[in-house]
Each structure stands twice: as C-alpha cells, then as structure tokens.
C-alpha cells in the first residue's frame, strides 16, 4: 500500500520538530528515514503510525494509505505493524502469546479460532526461526531473538505497511548485518510496504530502495542509495553520509592556497571550500606541479579492505582520514611519522548559495 | 587492601548496636504486647476481646479498611496513570500534592475536615440542612481514613510506571487493542506486585490511623469507635488487659501485613532472578 504524506508538521512546545513535510512512498517500497537525533525522523514516523498527531494548522496536513485518509484514524484501525526500537515486548507474556496478542484482540467476529491463531503464530515463529522458543519469556532471549520476536507480533496482524523505529540500533554490529539482510529477504518475499530509520548511512544505503535524508526538521534529499551517494543535493547530506575532508583557502590566479599547501584549481578568485572522500586522497613522496599538501601520517588502523590513514598538518584544522588499499599501503611503506603529499583525486565544492548544484571536479 | 567498616572491631560495635536497639525499640515492646495481653491467661484475653464494644470496634475498623482500599486503588491507578503517561501543564504540581497527606499531620487533617464538613461548617452545615450528617458517623471516619491512605498506592505505582515507559502500551494499541484490554492484558500485569503492595501499605495505615480518626469520630462506644480509639478508651479506664488485648489484635494485623510484604518481596527477587 503506497503512503502519501501531504504538508505535515508537528511541533513540541516551542520547538519544531517537523517543518511542513511532504512525502509519497511507493507501494511495496523499502524506504529509510537517515538523519541524526533531533532531525525529525522518529516523529515523522510516529506520525504515519498514528502514535502521533500532526499539528492542525490553518492548512492541515494529510495522511493517505493508498486511497484512504487516515489523518484522523486512531493508530489501532491504521492497520500498521510498529516495531520499536527496544522491542517493547510485553515482558510478562510468553514469546507465543506476544506474537498472538494482535490476533486474540480482534473483535469475536473477526478473531480466528484457536486452532487458526496457534497454527498462524507457530507460521510466524517458524519464519523468524525461533519455533523452539516459543515458551520462553522476553527477558530470556538475546537481543537479535527479541527483535525477531517483535517482528513477528508485529505481521502476525498481516499489516500492509510496516514501521520499524531503529529496528537495529541496539545490536551488536554482526547480528545488525544479519537482521538487515534477514529484513530485506521478508520484505521482498511479503510486499508490503516499510519505512525504518535509522541514524546509521550504512544501514540506510544497504537496505533502502530509497533514502530520505533528513535534518532539523527537514527533508534534505530523497533518492536511491546509490543517487544519493553519487550526487548529494547539498553540503549536509554530503557530509552525513561519510567521512569527509575539508580543504579551505583562498584562491588567486587559479591557485588555492592554505599555509604552505597549495593545490591547482579551475576556481575564480576568492574564498574556497572544498570536500573530499576519504578514498579520493592519493598520497606520494613528491609533490606534483598540480598539488603541494604536505602531511604528515599521525596513525594507521587497517580495517577490512582498506587501511585508513590519519593524516595531520600545520594547514589544516582538523586531521585528513585517508584510506589507502593495502597494495598501495605495502608499495609505499607507509609509517607513522612519516612525510608525504596528499593529492585529491576528486572534489566537491558546495557553495552557499542553496540553489545552485553542488560544483565536482575531477583532477587529472 | 581493607575496605571502609572492614576493621572486626568497627564491624563488631556496629552489629551489636544495631541488634541491641532494634530489640530494645522493636523487639522488646512487641514481647510486652503480647505478655501484657496474655497476662491473665488466655480465657480474660478472650472474653476481652470477644466484648461486645471491642467486637464492635474491630468491625467497625474492619469496615473502614475494606471501603477505603478500593477508593485508594481507584484513585491511586488512575493518579498514576494520569501522572507517568500524560504530559500537562501543572504535572509536577500534581505530583508534589499527592504528598500533602503524608506531610500534614493527621491531626490537622481531621480538624480541617471537622471544620469544612462538621455541622457549623461551611459545607456541613449545608448537609446538615437535608439530614446529612458526616462528621461524628462513620462516613466521616471513612473520608479522613481515605484522606492520610490515599497517596500509598499512587507512591508504588509511579516510579515503576515511570521507569517501565509507555512503549507496550503503544505496542498493544498499534496492534488493534482498546484502551481496556491493554490496561488489562499489559499495564495491570506489570504493575500487579506495586499494586499488591501499595494495597498493603493502606490497608495497615487505613486500620491503626488514630490521630485523623480521633478528631471527627466522636468516639462513641459501639457507634463510632475504630479499634485503636477503642484501646485508647479501655486503657483511659484502668483496663489495661483489655487495652493490650486491643494492642494485641492490632500488632497481630501489622505482622500480617510485614510478612505478606516480605512474601511479595521475596517473590518480587524471585521473579528478578529468573529472568
């Protein structure tokens, strides 16, 4: 079912949480609320549950299901599974009669018999693969197992749009990566429709068909991962979504200066800001006619793939992280305390002006 | 390495305090009770207490408790409730003036209610017009029982509703249930054993209050005569067997009391431990 948010905002006292938010979400999509705390996500989530209301301004805003208005239907008839970020497992009941609760609530007339319901949350539990523990109690499983158990509550009532508030946060990193993969499989196999947030870039690139990035209330950018990582709309969403560089000086003649670094640029005269990927630093032993950036190496980790560098220098503010492959790493014999020079491969630059598309150069 | 209060000497002297001041202050008096009420042989401690005015007072006592309980229960979850899941002007207002009963001495709270409800007061005498009478009659003892009891189960269940938060509530609405089965099916499972307790915390206080009960009941034998007036009368006449029979009676329901709590504590470990 496709949800159509149309002007909604909410505000707590005198503090905006949401500015006027519009938002279509496709039937069957998978989307991600990113931002960090106090961007608005979880409220705006909230506000689809229903958990909620939207202010009631002079133009109220509205909640559409598909075709039907549910601005003013109570979270208990939004027909919405909700999945919180700490489970919220009814803590005195058993794992089987957490996952059957939505079901022996129904109404006489619409409740299944007891041979139905028990064959559905034993369906459920199979699904979320924790059959054998169908008698244990909340406080008795691990983390990962009581948001398996939350999930299933949650679709036990066959919701045909699925909330999940930082359904991962609070999983160690492995059991995250597995839940996620785990989440994507059920949400391709049952089609419905689901909204999460989350704070984590990784989390929302990895399992999103579209992220909404948002900040102090805002939607900054909606697009799919890989749109959003490619071209952000602006220097915050650019910033949140990883590492980033900074290079500030003034340019003259085609030349940015900053201390005794200096880099070639297409640039007109004047103050200059540009950003960099932590992968798009290319270290030598020699400057180059194009760049002088003379760092010096302050640590190395080597992480997975990469090994990361942290580079510091009388120039720059805060410290450059460069990740270098480990080829490359061996080739320069890189060690710290070492001298070297940084080279940008690439570039962006997001001037102040909100308007205008952000500015990248490739450097040759 | 020695930690603070390790050295023996320290730790002996400390002990034997302890134990020598709670025999002395607890202990001692509870034994005398007991002996006092027994004194005579168990035959006067029964034909003491099964007196028509100490039956009538144990009753009448009985009676208080068992009305004010539900009210107090009633009042105290929906205070509670009212307190941890919604935020309003004037919240913690609120949850300062559950306190008064607790800070104002019994006493003045009995004079207040003579004094607004009583039949030259400014809503007594109103009353008094259509034939109700409040102070001096049992309701009366009944309002100023339910006015020192009523902050017990308030007390228990706010910080425990606090500290579980709101989001199984919001589990069990966001799948389909009402506002009664998820009071029933989720809050009221998980807050039963604060609940139990406050209970029993009113209970004792709603049978042994004195001083409250003293000003507005007149202490009219075998009318308006609680249990811990009645002890206070018979000891007033000399009859000391019989004012410690009272005695007897009473601390025999404050032991009740201990133990049901100490037995819903250990449960409450209990239940901790296992999960």
Known sequence: MSIRLDNIAKHFGNTQALEPISLDINEGELVGLLGPSGSGKTTLLRIIAGLENADRTAQPGKILFGERDVTHVHVRDRRIGFVFQNYALFRHMSVYDNVAFGLTVLSRKHRPSSGEIRARVYRLLEM?????FANRYP??????QQQRVS??????????VL???????????????????WLRHLHDELNFTSVFVTHDQEEALELSDRVVVMSNGRIEQIDTPDALYRSPANRFVFEFLGDVNHLEGKVNNAVLTCGDAHLHVDLPDGHEELLLRPHEVRLTQAPTAESHLPVTITAISPVGAEVRVELEAD????PWLATVRHTD??????????????????WRRFPESVSKAPEQRHVA | MQRIGDAPLVRRLLITAAVLLSGLFLLLPLVAIFAQAFSQGVSVFWSNVSDYYTLHAIGLTLMIALLTIPVCLVFGVALAWLVTRFDFPGRRLLQTLIDIPFAVSPVVAGLIYLLLYGRNGWIGGWLDSYDIQLMFAWPGILMVTIFVTCPFVARELIPLMQAQGSREEEAAVTLGASGWTTFRRVTLPNIRWALLYGIILTNARAV????????????IRGQTNTLPLHLEQLYQDY?????FACAALLALIALLTLAAKAGLEWRAARREAFA
């Open chain 1, 128 to 132: 979320v693969k924790l059959e054998s």
């Open chain 1, 139 to 144: 406080a008795q499983l691990s983390g990962g």
């Open chain 2, 208 to 219: 042994g209050e004195f001083g409250a009960v003293s000003v507005v009941s007149g202490a």
């Open chain 1, 163 to 181: 909330l999940l508030d930082e359904p991962f946060g609070a999983l160690d990193a492995k059991v995250r990566q597995e839940l996620r993969r």
């Open chain 1, 315 to 318: 120039w720059l503010a805060q």
């Open chain 1, 329 to 346: 790493f061996e080739h320069l014999e890189l060690q710290r305390g070492q001298r070297l020079y940084a080279h940008p491969r690439h």
């Open chain 1, 151 to 160: 999930l299933a509550r949650a679709l036990a009532v066959e919701p045909e």
């Open chain 2, 239 to 243: 009859n000391a067997v019989g004012a």
